[in-house]
């Protein structure tokens, strides 16, 4: 199966995924002295969810 369909069976696990990783990095930036591991963790999470329609307008270019 190629990697592009497996990429579309998968965009609601990669967005809900990475809804998570940054809800969590938000809220350890909020209760921690140092913010940036924080907003490091939440950039990352962005980083998740964008993954496939990052991909996608790639591929078509």
Aim: charged share 10%.
């Amino acid at each position: 199966m190629p990697l592009q369909e497996l990429l579309e069976m998968a965009i609601f696990l990669f967005n809900l995924t990475g809804l998570v990783i940054c809800l969590i990095g938000l809220t350890l930036a909020q209760r921690m002295s140092r913010r940036w591991p924080g907003y490091a963790l939440a950039a990352g999470g962005f980083g998740v969810a964008a993954t496939p329609l990052l991909y996608q307008m790639l591929a078509a270019g």
